[in-house]
């Protein structure tokens, strides 16, 4: 079975930057796309950012300039660079991976989300 754990998530005051990390673990044949998505309360959950296998990238209008996502295939692993942060960023922040297991087919994996606070 393959897990996403996620990490990084925390409190940070606006202009400030984090960097969340999400590893895949378990029986991995192949990952497609990763990404990060985030959801705030009362609210659908939204593409923040998005990478493929051979590293194009696409991002939400509203962190266009400010984040940054890339991936490291030998560690399975997605990371996302948030600077100059704003107190609107601040949402429970979702891994998602697109995954080859032990199945025939890929599977849409979501990790358990990390919280990030932005102060104003």
């Known amino acids: 079975q393959v897990q996403l754990v996620e990490s990084g998530g925390g409190l940070v005051q606006a202009g400030g930057s984090l960097r969340l990390s999400c590893a895949a673990s378990?029986?991995?044949?192949?990952?497609?796309?990763m990404g990060w998505y985030r959801q705030t309360p009362g609210k659908l959950r939204e593409l923040v950012a998005a990478i493929t296998s051979t590293g194009s990238a696409r991002y939400a209008d509203s962190v266009k300039d400010r984040f940054s996502i890339s991936r490291d295939n030998a560690k399975n692993t997605v990371y996302l660079q948030m600077n100059s942060l704003k107190p609107e960023d601040t949402a429970v922040y979702y891994c998602?991976?697109?995954?080859?297991?032990?199945?025939?087919?890929?599977?849409?994996?979501w990790g358990q989300g990390t919280q990030v606070t932005v102060s104003s």
């Open positions: 998602n991976a697109n995954v080859l297991g032990g199945g025939i087919s890929y599977q849409n994996i």
């Open positions: 378990g029986r991995i044949l192949s990952i497609n796309a």
